[in-house]
C-alpha cells in the first residue's frame, strides 16, 4: 500500500515556475515507478511524465517536454516535478501516482494523490 501527497501547486504568471512534490508512505517506495498526471476542466486525464524506480529513466509528454522534469529521491521517499515556461495551457489539476510497471496510461496505475491545482495566467 502506498499513500501519496501532492504539495507545491498555486498560481503563477505564464513563463513563471513550479516545483510540485509528491511524498510517499511505505517502505516500498523504491520498488514504484512514479508518474504525473494533468486533468483540465472538461477534459480527460493525461499523462505529463514518469520516472522508474531507479530514476534512470524518464519519460514526458510531447508537450511538456524540454520544459518540465522528473526527478526523484528515494532517501526521502518524493518524486518532483520541476515545471518551467509554464503555460496558461498548463493550467490543471496535477496528480502523482505510482505502479510497480513503467507505463503512460493512467488506468494502469494503482496509488492516487488528491492532486494539487496549478493555475497559469496569462
Known amino acids: 500500500q502506498v499513500q501519496l501527497v501532492e504539495s507545491g501547486g498555486g498560481l503563477v504568471q505564464a513563463g513563471g515556475s513550479l516545483r510540485l512534490s509528491c511524498a510517499a508512505s511505505g517502505r516500498t517506495f523504491n520498488s514504484y515507478a512514479m508518474g504525473w498526471f494533468r486533468q483540465a476542466p472538461g477534459k480527460e486525464r493525461e499523462f505529463v511524465a514518469l520516472?522508474?524506480?531507479?530514476?534512470?529513466?524518464?519519460d514526458y509528454a510531447d508537450s511538456v517536454k524540454g520544459r518540465f522534469t522528473i526527478s526523484r529521491d528515494n532517501a526521502w521517499n518524493t518524486v518532483y516535478l520541476q515545471m518551467n515556461s509554464l503555460k496558461p495551457e498548463d493550467t490543471a489539476v496535477y496528480y502523482c501516482?505510482?505502479?510497480?510497471?513503467?507505463?503512460?496510461?493512467?488506468?494502469?496505475?494503482?496509488?492516487w494523490g488528491q492532486g494539487t491545482q496549478v493555475t497559469v495566467s496569462s
Open positions: 520516472i522508474n524506480w531507479s530514476g534512470s529513466r524518464t
Open positions: 501516482a505510482a505502479d510497480p510497471t513503467i507505463t503512460k496510461n493512467h488506468a494502469r496505475y494503482d496509488y
